[in-house]
């Protein structure tokens, strides 16, 4: 009898660890000397058994959630919890390609007598940021040149550089020898078409950023440009993308397997990113302690020591995305998180109904 007792916990200790190290594959990316370990998805119902993985609107809306940690005027960082990596990454790539912005689509130029070839100034200008809210406009038609009120902004660029009869004689500055030398982006100027000085009074249309450098001229040379700005995606063209950047890195998480103290700590902390690792004064001796895992960079530089790679469990959680997003200045970034949403639940909308119409069929 104390035989078979004996048994019965040996298995359900081994049953348990089994368990932990099951939840460890689905749950954890572990990295390691030489490789990186469990790096797909797993949970897929029936994939392990005890484990039920059939997908639940319940369980998604329990386990799921948006915390804003940062948010600027450009920049927002935020964490999203509990959902798979596929949809993560489509999310990315809506913010990247499929948000609409309005960009400069037509280069209409009247005189162009500076260095700058007529084709390498039309991309400089297409590559600006316009500040213009894109909801507020349609898409062109195909095939429409002129374009109208609801689907076009234009802009005009005119300006000519002549000599400062107020420099000095002995100057050889050109900011004091010659006027308008440096076109910049200010120097773009909203021309309305239609209604649009009504309905868009307030809204302050023009460049994101006005000291981007377009051309150098010298006395008698001029620029004479109209630009028409049109509704697009970064799917056609990279001056459409919203963002500078969007990216997302999985929460990383260090866990120390034994208490690490003196030299070997301060070694410890100087491993890992700043504010990872801190150090603590335990009955006079200084041990290491970690303190904010989220700012680890994960560069595995405690594993070049002997040491010290055993003391370390390097890990990412797999359902814990810090999405980073850094906008181009036309839209705040809440509002773009918020448009590609709107895109994605659109996405899913569309596949639903042909779903429902193939079942028709």
């Not at 007598?113 to 590559?127: M, P």
């Not at 400062?164 to 100027?189: C, F, G, I, R, W």
């Not at 709107?342 to 779903?355: D, N, P």
Request: with cysteine.
């Amino acid at each position: 009898i104390y035989c078979g007792a004996y048994d019965v916990k040996d298995n359900i200790a081994k049953m348990a660890a089994t368990m932990s190290n099951v939840d460890e594959i689905r749950n954890r990316v572990i990295l390691g000397e030489f490789n990186v370990k469990n790096v797909h998805t797993t949970d897929y119902p029936g994939n392990y058994p005890g484990y039920d993985d059939t997908w639940s609107l319940q369980k998604f809306q329990k386990n799921f959630r948006i915390d804003v940690v940062q948010m600027d005027e450009t920049c927002m960082e935020f964490d999203m919890v509990g959902i798979d990596a596929s949809i993560a990454n489509a999310f990315r790539r809506i913010l990247l390609a499929e948000v609409p912005t309005m960009a400069v689509e037509k280069v209409f130029i009247y005189n162009n007598t500076s260095i700058i070839q007529d084709e390498v100034l039309a991309q400089r200008l297409g590559l600006i940021p316009i500040k213009a809210d894109p909801r507020l406009f349609e898409y062109r038609n195909a095939g429409d040149e002129e374009g109208t009120e609801i689907d076009t902004i234009q802009l005009q660029l005119k300006i000519k550089c002549t000599r400062n009869h107020q420099a000095t004689k002995d100057s050889a500055d050109p900011q004091e020898l010659y006027l308008n030398h440096m076109v910049y982006s200010k120097d773009m100027t909203w021309v309305p078409i239609g209604n649009q000085a009504d309905v868009l009074a307030d809204a302050n249309i023009g460049p994101v950023h006005g000291d981007i450098l377009l051309a150098k001229l010298r006395p008698g040379q001029e620029l004479d440009i109209v630009m028409h700005c049109v509704k697009g995606i970064g799917q056609d063209h990279a001056k459409f993308s919203p963002v500078a950047t969007a990216s997302y890195r999985l929460l990383p998480e260090i866990t120390l397997m034994k208490t690490v103290e003196g030299e070997k700590a301060e070694r410890l902390k100087r491993c890992f990113s700043p504010g990872v690792i801190e150090l603590e004064n335990h009955g006079g001796k200084v041990v290491a302690k970690v303190m904010n895992s989220r700012l680890d960079t994960c560069s595995r530089e405690v594993l070049r020591h002997d040491d010290l790679k055993n003391a370390v469990k390097l890990a990412r959680v797999r359902d814990h995305f810090i999405f980073s997003v850094e906008s181009t200045g036309i839209l705040p970034p809440d509002v773009l998180v918020s448009e590609a949403i709107k895109v994605l639940m659109a996405k899913c909308q569309r596949f639903l109904s042909e779903l429902d119409s193939s079942e028709m069929e």
